[in-house]
């Protein structure tokens, strides 16, 4: 069943995106998302109740090493490299602004 885009549906669409959009490039949107809209529905007609879930088409493996615990710098070292420090803290600027 062929899906068809109404031109009010791809006037919605660039409104949504801010695009203006020609009466040529409406028409040629309106078909291209009608096909579109119809492989979707080729796709959703497929029956995929026994293919397992999966976020990418190949096998993913980790490539990084294991964590290594280690031991970490000594406070006033990494203190001493600050531009600015407070009770044993980085100072940095507000970002925050209170309302």
Same mark, same amino acid.
């Given at each position: 069943?062929?899906?068809?885009?109404?031109?009010? &549906?791809?006037?919605?669409?660039?409104?949504?995106?801010?695009?203006e959009?020609?009466? @040529?490039? %409406?028409?040629?949107?309106?078909?291209?998302?009608?096909?579109?809209? +119809?492989?979707?529905?080729a796709?959703?007609?497929?029956? $995929?109740?026994?293919?397992?879930? $999966?976020?990418?088409?190949?096998?993913? $493996?980790n490539?990084?090493?294991?964590? &290594?615990v $280690?031991?970490?710098?000594?406070?006033?070292?990494?203190?001493? +490299?600050? %531009?600015? &420090? @407070?009770d044993?803290?980085?100072?940095?600027?507000?970002?925050?602004?209170?309302?």
């Amino acid at each position: 069943m062929p899906h068809r885009m109404d031109l009010s &549906q791809v006037d919605h669409v660039a409104r949504l995106a801010r695009l203006e959009l020609s009466d @040529e490039e %409406r028409r040629r949107f309106a078909e291209q998302l009608g096909r579109i809209l +119809e492989h979707v529905a080729a796709l959703d007609a497929l029956d $995929t109740s026994g293919v397992e879930p $999966t976020s990418h088409v190949l096998p993913m $493996t980790n490539v990084l090493r294991e964590d &290594q615990v $280690t031991p970490s710098l000594p406070r006033e070292v990494v203190l001493a +490299e600050a %531009r600015e &420090q @407070e009770d044993g803290y980085f100072k940095v600027p507000r970002v925050i602004l209170p309302d």
